[in-house]
């Protein structure tokens, strides 16, 4: 399964009262926690993918099956497709351009997240299934990313998402079937309009710590 790591950083922080993907957590602007951790998760991916694809060319050198290709290369694109960064601010452009990442630039944030999402996506459409972060929940671990990959590979269902105590949150996972309904998506709306219309095709996995859905909106929190 292709999949597209997509983080949208084109918020303009009104309630934070600065730029607030910029402001330095534990040492590091906040948008840099979620950037770091979504290059692990795809390290993760490629070397599962890959070693997965080893395991299946020694299963089946006996019956001379050719099941997938010799080329490294393309054994690694079948995993998952370089991080997408939709973003307005050049800081964060050139950081994540540094890191290897595709950057889109979002030239109407006002017209709220929808318009970041849907840059996002229409990048990724041949992806079979879209991952989107936002940037400000400095405290979600690259372990909580990778296991709502895995939940949605192992569920069956078309959408994955994270809760707290029944609350969903970030990130969310959705497969192909569902990327024109999040093209109709207008206004400061992200997917979970899509979601809550499609709860039975929605896998849910648990985070252990509520930090981790704490999205920063003001500087006490810290």
Known sequence: ???????????????FGSNKLLYEIDGKPMYRHILEKLMVVAELLEKNEYESLER???????SNRIIASSDETVKRDNCYKKITVVTQYEEIEQTARSLGANVY?????????SSSLKIGLKANLDADACLFTV????????ETIHQ?????????????????????????????KYYCDLLSITGDKGGKSVITAHRDDTAVLKVKDVRELIDMDVKAQK
């Open 56 to 62: 299946c060319e020694k299963q089946n050198e006996e």
């Open 1 to 15: 399964m292709k999949i597209a790591l997509i983080m949208l950083a084109a918020g303009n922080s009104r309630r």
């Open 148 to 176: 709502l990959i895995n939940l949605l590979k192992t569920s069956g269902k078309g959408i994955a998402c994270v809760s707290w105590e029944g609350k969903l949150g970030n990130p969310c996972i959705f497969t192909k």
């Open 135 to 142: 940037s400000d929940q400095p405290w979600l671990t690259t």
């Open 105 to 113: 630039i979002n030239p109407h944030p006002d017209e709220g997240i």
